[in-house]
């Protein structure tokens, strides 16, 4: 069964201090995943597509890297506006096109 | 470009009543998908439709149906709102063919059954 887990639930850093989230898959074969930012009550933003193990992609403070089994979205020197739920979801190749979900990280940075 | 459309933003209900929600997606886009997410809970997904057929659906009730039209835009239906069906209802396109497809959301519609 396809499935995506995210650790940690929750993550309270300091503004600065650098730190990576975990996003672990199984899927029978990838055809994407996806990284996203959610802001309380609203909707979720995009961030990053990742194709294929040892992609990287990155934007500002953020950068997302791939293997085989896992995605870390790595924050480097973070600032308070980067808190927010991070969400990570797969593709597989024989899902019709359904995204499947991770829960979350709540990153709360502290200024 | 103009992003994904969902009205109303928000929405007061009642009990038993039924209600029903829109969504415009980014113009091009063929696959709508709807979402429900409560206070500290992660997506639970809904339905998608794909060039107005149901492609996939997740496990909700009957009371949860939806529509797409030709022009992509969709509607999903509540009947007999329930208390627990009060949530951020969510609705996300994409392409939805040919490779990986992002999904875009909209800002969500906000609904309170009393």
């Known amino acids: 069964e396809d499935q995506v887990t995210q650790s940690p639930e929750a993550l309270r850093l300091q503004e600065g201090e650098s730190s990576s989230l975990n996003c672990s898959y199984t899927v029978s074969g990838l055809r994407g995943l996806f990284w996203y930012r959610q802001d309380p009550g609203k909707g979720p933003e995009f961030l990053f597509t990742l194709y294929s193990a040892g992609e990287e992609k990155e934007k500002e403070r953020l950068k997302a890297t791939l293997t085989k089994k896992e995605s870390f979205l790595h924050i480097t020197a973070p600032k308070p506006e980067d808190s927010a739920t991070y969400l990570c979801?797969?593709?597989?190749?024989?899902?019709?096109?359904?995204?499947?979900w991770g829960a979350g990280t709540k990153l709360i940075i502290k200024p | 470009k103009a992003g994904v459309t969902q009205t109303p933003r928000y929405l007061i209900k009642t009990r038993g009543q039924q209600v029903t929600l829109s969504c415009s997606p980014i113009s091009g886009h063929r696959s709508v998908s709807w979402y429900q997410q409560t206070p500290g809970q992660g997506l639970q997904f809904l339905f998608e439709y794909f060039s107005e057929t149901q492609r996939n659906k997740g496990n909700f009730p009957g009371r949860f149906s939806g529509r797409q039209f030709s022009n992509s835009r969709s509607e999903m239906n509540v009947s007999t709102l329930e208390l627990g069906d009060s949530a951020l209802y969510l609705c996300a396109s994409s392409w939805g063919a040919g490779g990986p497809t992002e999904a875009f959301f909209g800002q969500g519609t906000r609904l309170t059954v009393v």
């Open positions: 979801a797969v593709q597989a190749m024989d899902s019709n096109y359904q995204l499947i």
